[in-house]
């Protein structure tokens, strides 16, 4: 039998849920009043909600303007992911083999990047970037690759306010646009030290049937450039192949 109390509890789970769901495509975020406009609450309903879900890191609130899904819930993404992270993992061995260097996988959250998986180089100088931690989109090889999947506009809509300069050579968001077509031509992106000082990066896309996904060989920047161009074949092979045992197995 159920409750007046029971019918309360699954009302507030469904609003919450329409509250996220709302949010799912806006890595900007939206104010109280776009949401409650969209999901047709009153604005204190909506307000109640939010400072709930944001209390458990589900949502983020970034002042008036905008209220986005937050870490909490970005984390439990990779659970959704662990086929692909599973089934990659030796082939991510194999490119780290190959190329001396960390390979990492990558999925795309709003305007972050969440680590899928991480396998570090066995090198003494070498970079270990953590899994279930985040990058920034705009500053990071793995980030560029997923950006160029987008039209130009988009880039600029989605990006807009959130570029920062986290070392002396992060692009600004035209320079990073600019980049974007050689980027579509080529099929690989990079990162010259725009994310780290003193690292570099050569990523890839990997199209599945979870999505799309980056996958990155990360190392001291003079060791990456150095061997840029046989870090860009092994990742290609490596993707290749990659992508016809996830579409094999689907």
Known sequence: MTTDNDRSGIQVISRAAAILRCLENEPAGLSLGAIAKRIELPRSTVQRLVDALALE??????????????????????????????????????????????????????????????????????????????????????GKILLARKTDEQVRQLLDGHIEALTPF????????????????????????????????????????QGTFAMTVVGPAWRIEQHRDSIREQLGRVRDDLSNALHSKD
């Open 170 to 209: 992060t692009l600004d968001l035209e320079q990073l646009v600019a980049q974007l077509p050689q980027i579509r031509t080529e099929g690989f992106a990079y990162d010259r030290q725009e994310h780290v000082q003193g690292v570099g990066g050569v990523a890839t896309g990997l199209d599945t049937p």
């Open 57 to 142: 890191q589900l949502l983020e609130v970034r002042g008036a303007g905008g209220v986005c899904l937050g870490p909490a819930l970005m984390r439990l993404a990779t659970h959704s992911h662990v086929d692909v992270s599973q089934l990659a993992r030796p082939f991510m061995e194999d490119l780290s083999r190959l190329t001396g260097e960390t390979t990492v996988l990558l999925y795309a959250s709003g305007v972050e990047l969440l680590i899928l998986h991480t396998v570090v180089s066995a090198r003494e100088l070498r970079v270990s970037p953590g899994t279930g931690n985040f990058l920034r989109l705009y500053a990071s090889s793995g």
